[in-house]
């Protein structure tokens, strides 16, 4: 089946730098890629939409400046929390969508714990 | 705008019981419909899905039900097993893989022993 490795799982950094998280699909291509958050005992929001080789898409509200998503190829996503602050700790899922040997619809990663002090 | 509402937060069933979590949405536009289950810390991990040209969809343990007039979906378990203990997602989209999905706020199931 469709798998979607995303790392890290954990993450803690300092207020006012930079974090990275990775979302690679390690069997098929991933033409979308989704970008959510999920706040405690909330539902799992979506941040924004890439296509690849295309510039994301943006959900109302958030800022694009401080949340840099980059797919560049058809095998990963990138999402970068710039100067995280810690309204930003949040657990942050990727999922993608594409094509391989069938088609691959809404496979998720394992999310992305990230906490700011 | 909550367009996939899932209305009952938590849900305590017997072992070898029916569960039923129940999920409304409000977009008429929905058309492709998922359940997930997930764990605190992990992704979620895809249940079974249904199309809006079907009413019903069986997978083992697992079936959900489709009522388009009253745009309401619902996920049976049966039997019910400790291991089924998790939070529940209900997911809508206009089509399948092309477009985000929106969640239900979740269901906490707890399977009693």
């Known amino acids: 089946g469709a798998v979607v490795s995303q790392h890290p799982s954990r993450v803690i950094c300092k207020s006012g730098t930079s974090v990275k998280i990775e979302c690679r699909s390690l069997?098929?291509?991933?033409?979308?890629m989704f970008w959510y958050r999920q706040f405690p005992k909330q539902s799992l929001m979506l941040m924004a939409t890439s296509n690849e080789g295309s510039k994301a898409t943006y959900e109302q509200g958030v800022e694009k400046d401080k949340f840099l998503i980059n797919h560049a190829s058809l095998t990963l996503s990138t999402l970068t929390v710039t100067s995280a602050h810690p309204e930003d700790s949040s657990f942050y899922i990727c999922?993608?969508?594409?094509?391989?040997?069938?088609?691959?619809?809404?496979?998720f990663g394992s999310g992305t714990r990230l906490t700011v002090v | 705008d909550q367009q996939v509402k899932q209305n009952s937060p938590s849900l305590s069933v017997q072992e070898g019981r029916i569960s039923i979590l129940n999920c409304d949405y409000t977009n008429s536009m929905f058309d492709y419909f998922l359940w997930y289950k997930k764990y605190p810390a992990e992704g979620p991990t895809f249940l079974i899905s249904?199309?809006?040209?079907?009413d019903k969809n069986e997978d083992g343990r697992f079936t959900v039900f489709l009522n388009k007039s009253a745009k309401h979906l619902s996920l049976h378990i049966v039997p019910s097993q400790p291991g089924d203990s998790a939070v529940y997602f209900c997911?809508?989209?206009?089509?399948?893989?092309?477009?985000?999905?929106?969640f239900g706020k979740g269901t906490r199931l707890s399977v009693i022993a």
């Open positions: 249904i199309s809006s040209i079907k």
């Open positions: 069997d098929f291509q991933a033409t979308t």
């Open positions: 999922s993608a969508s594409g094509t391989g040997k069938g088609n691959y619809g809404y496979t």
């Open positions: 997911a809508a989209s206009r089509s399948s893989g092309n477009t985000p999905l929106v």
